[in-house]
């Protein structure tokens, strides 16, 4: 989990961004998929370039609460770096979870335990600030879609657990 943060700050991905011209309703779409679906005369799509790597869980942030999730690296004793000891409050608390639910999608659900799997990419959407996982077959590889399923879980779990909380002002230190 260490190395979580590191490399993933590291990357700069690219956001899609989309907004419904009759409703207004605005999507967000991962970052790989970057080709617009969407009619031209109903949507309009942005590409908006992130400097954060972990981009499907800052764009659920983003989606969800509005702001970045970055201001979370290096919160308490399991956001960012690391992740021992007792949560020092409940935002820490999501952040563990977190961690958790990652551990638990590399030995459950096949996901590789190497930096990369912090680079994997899957499919969500962000409709009125809620966020939706989308099962995919990756071919030629299908049992990636069980990883990747549970991965958006994860990060949309850290997503709706961040939400409960004010958005933090300043950072809780590890005791």
Known sequence: MQARWLFAYAVIAVSARSVDKATGDEKH???LELVPQFEPSNFSVSFVPLSKAMWNMEGMSECM????????????CYCGFGGSGTPVDD????C?????????AISKHGCTSSPMLYFT????????SKISCRRTFI????????????LCECDKE???CQSKFPRPNAKARCK
């Open 139 to 150: 071919f030629p590889y299908p049992g990636q879609s069980d990883c990747k399923e549970a």
């Open 65 to 76: 609460l509005h702001y970045s999730a970055i201001i979370y690296n290096g919160y308490g």
């Open 91 to 94: 935002i820490d608390e999501c």
């Open 29 to 31: 779409t991962s970052a």
């Open 158 to 160: 850290f997503t709706i």
């Open 121 to 128: 990419s899957y499919h969500w959407d962000c409709i009125d």
């Open 96 to 104: 563990m979870h977190h961690d958790n639910c990652y551990e638990d």
